[in-house]
T-cell receptor, first 114, second 113 residues
């Protein structure tokens, strides 16, 4: 039973480029969450999605960041016109539709903006 | 406004002894608490959780205690093993299904043999 998959594991972008981070939830999980971890910090919630719906994006920066979870395929976190401050580890988590509050995390994507 | 606080950045313990990791929270709307363990360059791994209606939950070597009146929880690891060396995050959830987890900054546990 595969866990949460994220790719790429490492991503290097120059300032002004776009970054696309992908997340495939665990089998049977229909809830996806994105978190960001800055150095020496805990994980900070960004967005919560279900298939084709954004449920809570209260942690998402208002500009340049967007997320989707289409009917088919992985969830995508997109960062346009990246800046050095976007350098961080981005983690995706998933949970089943009912019955548990635990979220299961992927290995993360480490974004470096040069 | 940190709602979940882990005031000890690090903790060192000898193998076989007890490790106690602490966590304080400020939001009385939290109804579920979780502990995650994280190794470098990996994602957090779920360890153990506790509902706000309980004061203790045990799973093997791991026990979580919750003191609601003090808004405090702790994770006990007995006996500690070198493989337990990692960063431990405390997280809390508001009382709605599927909402975000609020994480503390983590405590780095080092277990020496």
């Amino acid at each position: 039973n595969a866990g949460v998959m994220q790719n790429p594991r490492h991503l290097v972008r120059r300032r002004g480029q776009e970054a696309r981070l992908r997340c495939s939830p665990m089998k049977g999980h229909s809830h996806v969450y994105w978190y960001r971890q800055l150095p020496e910090e805990g994980l900070k919630f960004m967005v919560y999605l279900q298939k084709e719906n954004i449920i809570d994006e209260s942690g998402m920066p208002k500009e340049r960041f967007s997320a989707e979870f289409p009917k088919e395929g992985p969830s995508i976190l997109r960062i346009q016109q990246v800046v050095r401050g976007d350098s961080a580890a981005y983690f995706c988590a998933s949970s089943p539709p009912t019955g548990t509050y635990e979220q299961y995390f992927g290995p993360g994507t480490r974004l470096t903006v040069t | 406004d940190q709602q979940v606080k882990q005031n000890s950045p690090s903790l060192s313990v000898q193998e076989g002894r007890i490790s106690i990791l602490n966590c304080d929270y400020t939001n009385s709307m939290f109804d579920y608490f979780l502990w995650y363990k994280k190794y470098p360059a990996e994602g957090p791994t779920f360890l153990i959780s506790i509902s706000s209606i309980k004061d203790k939950n045990e799973d093997g070597r791991f026990t979580v205690f919750l003191n609601k009146s003090a808004k405090h929880l702790s994770l006990h690891i007995v006996p500690s093993q070198p493989g337990d060396s990692a960063v431990y995050f405390c997280a809390a959830r508001r009382n709605q299904a599927g909402t975000a987890l609020i994480f503390g900054k983590g405590t780095t546990l080092s277990v020496s043999s």
